[in-house]
């Protein structure tokens, strides 16, 4: 469930989903690159890097094979 109100833009999964997808797209890092790397970037927690990291896992939007992220193909 994707909350719709009360909390702030910055820190919703899906607006933090669409920062990662855009650095995977970009640059395709490895994973501990995007847990580090978007957490200081986007200030906020590793949590919520992860928690974004398993939305977009479980809407297939992204895939993971032991070692680095990709976006799936549509």
């Known amino acids: 469930m994707i909350p ?8 919703n999964v899906v607006s933090i ?3 990662i ?6 640059e395709n890092p490895p994973l501990d ?9 986007l ?4 949590d919520h890097i992860i ?4 939305w977009l896992f479980s809407i297939k939007a992204i895939g993971f094979n032991g070692v680095e992220v990709f976006i ?3």
């Open 51 to 54: 928690l974004s990291l398993g």
């Open 21 to 26: 997808l855009k650095k995977v797209a970009d």
């Open 33 to 41: 690159a995007i847990l580090s790397d978007c957490s200081s970037e």
């Open 4 to 11: 719709r109100s009360g909390c702030d833009p910055e820190i």
């Open 43 to 46: 200030k906020v927690s590793i």
């Open 72 to 74: 799936n193909e549509a």
């Open 17 to 19: 989903g669409a920062k």
